[in-house]
């Protein structure tokens, strides 16, 4: 799979139809967020979904469906600004202001981590990357699905330079080693499957001392 700028069409069309696992859908909202002109699949899904649905044949409602549509219109608006929980983090972008976070945990010279905690799918779960200007993460591959959205700052690889707003799709296939371009340290979240895998004989001697 190769590294992309923005999610696939697939995914994007994935995400309108609220079929992405939870962590995946955090970091696709927050590419939508910061680049809303990748929009136009998503837009191009809820339209086509929207077809489909007026063109179902009619069903009988169950009987407490009155009362259950009662109970929505009486619920808080979404449109309504919800007092973040504590440990959130009103300064990251709104799909992500919404969640506690964990403390920062050093993952390596000038790399710290923590989670998001809430969204998760098995192994897979939300994290946030924070590294240093000039410094890099540890040249890794991966033992499951990394979607990677750019929050702040900038990252080189040897597919070039990921920017805010800039989103990466890996897998097992792709071995890269992240370094901070920019002179501010560079923000990410991730949703990560598994952990990620050091390669050759260093990288198992580290791979304890290495976890996300």
Request: aromatic share 4%.
């Amino acid at each position: 799979m190769s590294l992309r700028r923005q999610p696939s069409e697939e995914r994007l069309l994935a995400f309108a139809a609220g079929t992405l696992s939870p962590p995946e859908a955090v970091v696709v909202a927050t590419h939508l967020a910061l680049r809303p002109e990748t929009r136009a699949w998503t837009d191009l899904g809820r339209a086509v979904g929207g077809d489909v649905l007026e063109n179902l044949d009619p069903v009988a409602l169950d009987a407490d469906a009155r009362d259950a549509t009662l109970a929505r219109l009486n619920a808080p608006s979404a449109s309504e600004t919800p007092t973040p929980p504590a440990g959130a983090d009103p300064s990251l972008p709104a799909p992500l202001r919404h969640f506690p976070l964990g403390r920062w945990r050093w993952l390596g010279p000038g790399v710290h981590v923590r989670d998001v905690i809430g969204p998760r799918d098995g192994d897979c779960r939300v994290i946030l990357l924070r590294i240093a200007p000039g410094q890099c993460t540890p040249r890794h591959t991966h033992g499951g699905l990394e979607l990677t959205c750019v929050i702040s700052g900038a990252y080189a690889t040897e597919d070039g330079v990921f920017s805010a707003g800039d989103f990466e799709e890996a897998d097992p296939n792709v071995t890269h080693q992240p370094r901070v371009v920019s002179a501010e340290p560079c923000l990410c979240v991730a949703a990560l499957d598994g952990q990620i895998v050091l390669p050759g004989k260093l990288g198992r001697l580290l791979a304890p001392f290495v976890r996300l």
